[in-house]
Structures are given as C-alpha cells and as structure tokens.
C-alpha cells in the first residue's frame, strides 16, 4: 500500500513562489512514475509534471521553465517548485504515483495507482 500525503499549498502573489512536497510511504515499486497534477473544480484533472524513478522528468506546456518537480534522495519525498506563479496555476495539488517506466505521455494520467488528498494553491493577481 503506497500512501501519498501532499504539503506546502498557500496563497501567494502573481510572480511568487510556492514549494510543495508530497511524503511517500509504503511500497513504493522498484521502477516507478510518480507526479503532480492539479484541478481546478468543474475542470478535469491536468498533468503538471512526473519524474521516473530514473530521475528523468517531463512537464506540462504550461509550466516549462517556470516549475521543477524532484526527489530527495532517499526518494522518500516528492516535491514541486514552483516559481513566477500566475493566476491560472491557482488549483487544488494532487501527488500520485504509478509502477513501470517510463513515464506516460501528457496528460501524464495514465497508469497513476495513487493518488493523495491535495493541497491547495491560490495566486492572486
């Protein structure tokens, strides 16, 4: 049972920066893909950025060059920075993680087992 506890949500100015983590506990698989993604409520849920347990990452269009997803090296935390934030990032976060590489093709989704309970962010402008 892998279980996925989101932290480090706020309120923040445009152009601000927020930090999320995500604690992994549990049995994690030995090759994996794990992720962040957001919703927005009456919106599906968007892919924001995964990293394989090979340290490759793939992010979302939206995020490039602003966001950087990464582990600690006992790949026991998951983390999000996040940087020049703007009001459309604003969202509920959600950590998941999922077996096999490599990781899926936008909208990352596929295979995602796991799923935390979210943490939420909220850019004004």
């Known amino acids: 049972q892998v279980r996925l506890v989101e932290s480090g949500g706020g309120s923040v100015e445009t152009g601000g920066s927020l930090r999320l983590s995500c604690e992994v506990s549990?049995?994690?698989?030995?090759?994996?893909?794990m992720g962040w993604f957001r919703q927005v409520d009456g919106a599906e849920r968007e892919g924001v950025a995964v990293?394989?347990?090979?340290?490759?990452?793939s992010y979302a269009d939206s995020v490039k060059r602003r966001f950087t997803i990464s582990q600690d090296s006992a790949k026991s935390t998951l983390y999000l920075q996040m940087n020049s934030l703007k009001p459309e990032d604003t969202a509920m976060y959600y950590c998941?993680?999922?077996?096999?590489?490599?990781?899926?093709?936008?909208?990352?989704?596929?295979?995602?087992?796991?799923w935390g309970k979210g943490t939420p962010v909220t850019i004004s402008s």
């Open positions: 549990g049995n994690i698989y030995r090759s994996y893909c």
């Open positions: 998941a993680a999922g077996g096999g590489l490599p990781c899926p093709a936008p909208p990352f989704l596929v295979g995602m087992d796991h």
């Open positions: 990293i394989g347990s090979d340290g490759t990452a």
